[in-house]
């Protein structure tokens, strides 16, 4: 088992990496009243008296104080917490930095309590922010990454980010001699190769164990030659350095050399006076349990299982390490029996953490913070919004004014010559439909008229003819010439039946061809309206609908269709359209149907959709007849019924 270390930060970019199974609370520090603080150095910052600067570095360094009491905040708590100096670091570009020091602060405030999705989300604003800056490749959200594995144990996931960052880690010593990336990204690399020595460690692969180690010695020494740069970031550098030569020493059995690196890490406390150490006295507390454990000391073990059992959980996991302790002193100490009885309490431990790590979503709570923080944002926008208001509308009004009048002027004459060739298209259309309406009129009057005419004339004097036949026929007597004159007879009968036939098909056959044309008609007019494949069309006309509808009706209905159409179009984002024509007691009915929003919907559209309607009633109205609307979000419904006298 080897402790990973993960401190405090400052100003810039430094993160907070206490370790997450130890609280801080052990160091009896007072508890702080937050808000109250919080409120005493804004006022401080308000008067004078410190720079922006300064405040961040202040406030920086109480609110890692307060995570140091162990002090957990609700996003939304944090982020009234943090109002001003969010109000300061985004007002001017020369505070960019400060813009990742705030959201490492939520980010530490999500790492310290185990809240996986809301680091994640954190990580990845550290990172944009951190790329606004000229920082291509700040590692942040694969450290975070690391550490989420590391705490499932999942080496596998934690090595297969380091191979892919590999070529660039392996670049970092060059880049940090020649000054070409921050510092901190030094140490992002170095807590990515703390959990990735321990990966290859427990897969005893002696060789990945090495080469990591020298990756990590070289980036630590390249970092040491550009001292003295920030305390807080030599400080964790040093640390990160002792800790994996103290991991290779264990690895290697090396128990007395990885003693005194615990003791050059128990002396960083006096180099570093100036700096937060308190967590160091915690994290000695388990690597000198290891390493007492190691070189089989019963006695100091037991002393160190003392003080590691007196100090307060952030996470449960203290537990099942605890146990597992016990039951190895006690192994060591040949009581098996308590030992096995240890090593149950560990497990059980460790179990319930497998089943709370299973239940955990860690996506949820990604989204989830990632839409609470957005919300906390988009309030508070809004609200400086409204201070602008006024402003704002009056540039808006003044802009629109101008705007709108260079558009008036530019398209006034655009859009009356499409208007005027719309009227003219639809004007020709109508005319055409009008024009063979009127041709298949005449054509009808000219056929009735020859029916009429072969009914009353030809057709009259075939029967008369006939008769004389049959009257002749019953006065011969010879019956050769008798059977040729009912031959005769019976001829002329056909003759009769097919000219008085032919005399009702021509009257009346032209119903038929008239219903035909109008169904025409009204296809040319959809396809002239309703161009391509845009549209679903269904057009019928029940047979005989039109037998007594006059051509002025017709042409009116042709109008009716033609303005719902244009409605359709413009304002109801139609995909399928269907047009029937039927009649029922005396009326004919037309309806016309759209799958569109709906006239509720399209109020929008104003008075050109209602001129629309007005158009189609008063065409109904002249037809004496009655219109019935229907419409909601599933599409609208036309009903058009007039008197079949018309």
Known sequence: MNAKFYPTSFFRFLPLFFLLFVSLKTIGQPKTDAQKEFNKLDKTYHSGQISAEQYFIKTDSLTHQLFSEGRHFETKELVNLLNLYEEIAWSKPVYSRARVSYYFLFFNNARMFKKKGASMYYAEKITAEFKKNGEKHPLVEQLQKCKIYEEQRLYDKVIDIFKTEKKYLETLPGL??????????????????????????????????????????????????????????????DLLMIDIKHSLANFEHRYKDAMNLLNLMQGLKITYKDQATNFIDINLVRLRLENYLNLKNPDSLQLYISKYEASSNFGKSQSADLAEF???????????????????????????LEANLLTESSDLLYAYTQAEHTSIALEKTEKAKQQRTILLILISVFALIVIF?????????????SAQIEALNSAANMQVIAMEEAKYQAVTEEQQRLGQDLHDGLSSSIAAFGNQLEMLSMDIEDTTLKNKVIGLRDEMSKTYEAVRSKSHEWFSSNDNQQEISFEKQIKLLTENTLPGNKYHKTIHIDDNSLRAVRTNTRIALLRIIQEALTNIIKHAKAKSISILIYDEMDMLILTINDDGIGLNQTKAAGKKSAMGLESIRRRVEYLNGKINIHSDTNGTEITVSIPLTQ
């Open 176 to 237: 940090l001699r020649q000054n070409k990336i921050d510092d901190a990204v030094a140490l992002n690399a170095m807590y990515i190769l703390s959990p990735t020595l321990t990966g290859y460690i427990k897969m005893q692969d002696t060789t990945a164990v090495r080469q990591v180690y020298l990756l990590a010695m070289q980036i630590g020494n390249a970092l040491q030659e550009k001292y003295p740069i920030k305390r807080t970031q030599m400080l964790y550098n």
């Open 326 to 352: 016990k039951a190895r002193l006690e192994a060591l100490k040949g009581n098996h029996k308590e030992a096995y009885a240890q090593l149950v309490d560990a497990l059980q431990y460790e179990r319930q």
């Open 405 to 417: 009048t260079i558009y008036i002027i530019t398209s006034y004459r655009s859009r009356k010559a």
